[in-house]
């Protein structure tokens, strides 16, 4: 029996979410809209784009045309991401999205070229396991600023 590459991404992206959704109800509800020193991104920013890059990725992995994603602005939040529920939804749904096409994906798929002709179906899934993670961590250096050391996982 060999490793189970689908799986371990699934299970790693799905755990991601987890901690991330813990992380995120962990900050208190004025804190989660605020830009730590006035110009880093705030948790609910990083919430948003966890969602809409997340929808993103799933259609890139269906093959569908890729919408740009650029980096010279970095995504706000709407006001409804300031409902953490709301937020939390989002970023589950576009998540199970992603992962519905992530395991559409034949065995036989998984480093052919996607349409995009950059991705492959296994680069994609580190980016999202990757990407889930990295912001994860940046919620938890905005809960030390805040005072708390708890791990909420």
Do not use: C
Request: no cysteine.
């Amino acid at each position: 029996m060999g490793f189970d590459v689908k799986a371990f991404f699934t299970s790693q992206i799905t755990l991601g979410v987890t901690r991330f959704e813990n992380d995120l109800r962990a900050i208190p509800v004025e804190a989660r809209g605020k830009s730590p020193g006035g110009i880093a991104r705030s948790p609910n920013d990083l919430a948003f784009e966890l969602a809409t890059g997340n929808r993103e990725f799933a259609r890139r992995m269906r093959g569908e045309e890729a919408i740009p994603m650029g980096h010279d602005e970095m995504p706000r939040a709407t006001t409804e991401f300031g409902d953490v529920d709301h937020a939390v939804a989002e970023l589950k749904a576009a998540t199970e999205e992603f992962l519905k096409a992530w395991s559409a994906v034949p065995e036989g798929g998984l480093e052919k070229t996607l349409a995009d002709g950059k991705l492959t179906p296994l680069g994609l899934a580190t980016i999202v396991n990757r990407h889930i993670h990295y912001h994860d961590a940046q919620l938890n250096y905005v809960q030390t600023l805040l005072g708390d050391s708890e791990i909420h996982w």
